[in-house]
Each structure stands twice: as structure tokens, then as C-alpha cells.
């Protein structure tokens, strides 16, 4: 009889920590962890005042101190990195903090700033921007403070980011722009820092499955977008979503980029990182929970341009209307759901697609073929109409 009971008990305490870790996974399927990307943190009398992405001091300050007296955490990415790896909940209220490009104001504004606070952030690097304001000694010394990580950013920060041009790029000087971009950075940063660059956030944003599979053989363990949209544990580590931060940013609008949620859908078009040759390719995301348009005004952005849409409220198929053929090379799609009331972005989702093209050389090849085709032909002509003339003659 004891048996029986022990083996009830023991198999009751098992159901309940299944049951236990099941909620716990279901929770941290739900939880949203925001990645914040900066760029630079000037005065706005500076040069820079002009550019959105420079945040002014005092604003940055200001962020800071809402996750500080808000109890976020903030973690290395490392960790948020990890926890995607093994599934693992974090912890209520996490946030990543990012900065791009590398730009003297990080060392003297953000570094203080978030020492200040305790928190840490990566920095991702574009080898090329080390210069004598920003040198690889404060670079130096940011990695050596535990406060500020440094990765990968690419070495130019090339106007294609990672994307082939094929207007003016062969494949094989394209795969040597790849290898300089993602390799040679890396070794740069990692010989010049004596750290390990795992992580990489795509210059602009864009990128396709291509690029995904040579950084991958190249030895990054992550990848981050640029696209928007907030994470979730289920999420790729190849396609980490960022948040930016720009400078005419009031506190409120941060808030709302802590609190975005993801407008879950079950299927983009085109999707993710893919290729398209359409020049007008059909733009559409199936979501999944039907979206009320009484409280909801939606935004559907192409390449940051609210752009007219359809959406059938059965089928959940929300599609965008635009007539203008698109130019090759990488493309954003951006839906928000914004609030009625309040104003606010309450969900989000954004993806990047690539509209290829027929590269140029294929051009070239097919206009060289069509020449001596023709020249040929003109040649047969000629020779058939001599030949009549001559018979004739005779
Ligand atoms: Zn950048």
C-alpha cells in the first residue's frame, strides 16, 4: 500500500513540475524584450543637430534614469543571446542597450552615463570610423571597463550594407567586399581589443539569407536588424530585432518602444531576408489576431513611407497598395498598430526583403550575344543578295 502511495505522490510532484515548467515556458514565449540602438549623443548645436539618430545628452540621461527608477534590467546582450539559445525566461522589465557605428561622443557621454547607472550596452564598430577623436585606446579602455562590449559593424559601413549592388558589383568582387566586411573587421576589433566578436548589426539594416549564411560561416553567433519590432524567446538569433532611439524622441515616445508588443503574424510576403525579382512584388502579412479598427489606426510602411493598404478582416491578410516599381537592393516593411486614444504604437512588426535584379553583367552578356547574333544575320543578308545579284548577272 505504501508503494502505491509513494508512487502516486512521486508522480503527482512530477505533473506539477511539468505543469510548472510548461507555464514558465508559455510565459517566456510571451515576454518582450526591446533592444534600444543608438548612434551618437552630441549637443544639438553641434555638427550633428541635424541628424535624427544623434540623441543630446540630457535625453539620454533622462532614458536612463526612467529604467533605473522603473527597475528595467538591463543586460548584456551576451545574455539576452543566451537566453534565446536555451529558451530560458529573463527577468520581468529586460532591456538590451546598443549603440552603432563608433563616434567620439559613446566614449565621452555614454560611457559616464551608463557607469553611472551600472547598466551596460554593446557597441557595435565600424573598424573604419577609428579614427584620432575616437581611438583604439578609448576603445580600449570601453571594452576593459566591463560597462561598454565591442562587436561587429562592418568595416566601411558600405551604402549597399551587405546586399550585393548588382548595378555595379561582379559576383567575385562582391563575395571579396563580404569577406573584408565581416572577416577582416572582425580580426580587426578582435586583434586591436583582445575580445571575441560574436555579434553583428547589419550597417542600415539590410541584409538577405545570403549574408545571414556567411556571417554565420564567418563566425557570428547573432545577428541584429534594424527593422523595429520588439523580441520574444522564440525569436532567431539571426534576425534580433532593434529599436531605434532618435533624438526628437520625448520620454513618452520611449516608453513606447519599451512597451511595443509583437503583432503576431503566419506569414510575411515576401519573406524575411528573401529575395524577390518582382518589381512590384505582392506585400502582404497574414495576421493572426483580427485587429480592431475602432481602437487601431494602422500603419503600413514601406521603406519609412506610410503607404494605403487593404486589410480583410476574415482572412487576416493585410496587404499594401503602392504602384511605383521598387529599386533593387533591400527593402523594409514596417506594419504598427497605433492606438486611437492614445496615440501610441501599441504592436509591431517589420522585415526586410531583397528586389534582385538581372545583374549587370548578365546585361552585358545578353546585348553582346544579341550584336553578334545580329551582325551574323546581316552578314547571311548580304552574302544571299550578292549571291541573287551575281546570278543574275550571269
Ligand atoms: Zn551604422
Redesign the pocket.
Known amino acids: 500500500m505504501i508503494k502505491y502511495i509513494t508512487l502516486f505522490l512521486i508522480s503527482l510532484f512530477s505533473l506539477s513540475l511539468y505543469n510548472n515548467l510548461h507555464a514558465n515556458n508559455l510565459h517566456a514565449d510571451f515576454q518582450t524584450i526591446p533592444i534600444l540602438a543608438y548612434?551618437s549623443f552630441s549637443e544639438p548645436d553641434t555638427s550633428q543637430r541635424k541628424l535624427r539618430i544623434n540623441v543630446p545628452p540630457k535625453k539620454f540621461l533622462e532614458q536612463l534614469q526612467y529604467l533605473a527608477d522603473n527597475n528595467y534590467k538591463v543586460l548584456p546582450l551576451e545574455k539576452f543571446v543566451e537566453a534565446l539559445n536555451k529558451k530560458l525566461p529573463l527577468p520581468q522589465k529586460s532591456v538590451v542597450i546598443t549603440i552603432?557605428?563608433g563616434v567620439e561622443s559613446v566614449y565621452s557621454v555614454a560611457f559616464p552615463y551608463l557607469n553611472k547607472f551600472n547598466f551596460c550596452a554593446t557597441l557595435?564598430l565600424?573598424t573604419n570610423f577609428v579614427n584620432k577623436s575616437f581611438t583604439w585606446e578609448m576603445l580600449n579602455e570601453l571594452q576593459n571597463s566591463g560597462v561598454i562590449d565591442i562587436q561587429g559593424?562592418?568595416k566601411t559601413?558600405h551604402y549597399c550594407s551587405l546586399v550585393r549592388d548588382l548595378k555595379t558589383e561582379r559576383k567575385t568582387s562582391y563575395l571579396k567586399r563580404l569577406e573584408m566586411e565581416l572577416l577582416e573587421s572582425k580580426n580587426i576589433i578582435e586583434e586591436k581589443l583582445n575580445n571575441k566578436v560574436k555579434y553583428l548589426?547589419y550597417?542600415?539594416g539590410k541584409y538577405d539569407q545570403f549574408v545571414i549564411e556567411k556571417a554565420k560561416k564567418y563566425g557570428y553567433k547573432a545577428l541584429l536588424t534594424?527593422h523595429g519590432g520588439t523580441n520574444t524567446l522564440s525569436s532567431s538569433p539571426f534576425n534580433i530585432n532593434r529599436q531605434a532611439v532618435y533624438g526628437d524622441f520625448d520620454l513618452k515616445k520611449f516608453i513606447s518602444l519599451l512597451n511595443i508588443g509583437h503583432l503576431k503574424s503566419y506569414y510575411l510576403n515576401p519573406p524575411l531576408a528573401t529575395y524577390t525579382f518582382y518589381k512590384k512584388p505582392k506585400i502582404f502579412a497574414m495576421i493572426e489576431e483580427p485587429i480592431n479598427l475602432n481602437l487601431y489606426q494602422i500603419l503600413f510602411k514601406l521603406d519609412n513611407k506610410i503607404l494605403p493598404y487593404n486589410y480583410d478582416q476574415k482572412s487576416g491578410k493585410l496587404s499594401l497598395v503602392f504602384d511605383k516599381p521598387l529599386i533593387q537592393g533591400g527593402h523594409f516593411i514596417k506594419i504598427q498598430l497605433v492606438n486611437k486614444n492614445t496615440c501610441i504604437v501599441e504592436k509591431e512588426v517589420g522585415w526586410v526583403f531583397t528586389r534582385q535584379g538581372i545583374p549587370f553583367t548578365t546585361i552585358k552578356g545578353i546585348k553582346l550575344f544579341l550584336k553578334i547574333f545580329l551582325s551574323l544575320m546581316l552578314f547571311g543578308v548580304l552574302v544571299i543578295i550578292t549571291y541573287k545579284i551575281r546570278r543574275k548577272n550571269a
Do not use: E
Open positions: 548612434h552603432d557605428d557595435f565600424t559593424h562592418t559601413h548589426a550597417p542600415y534594424f
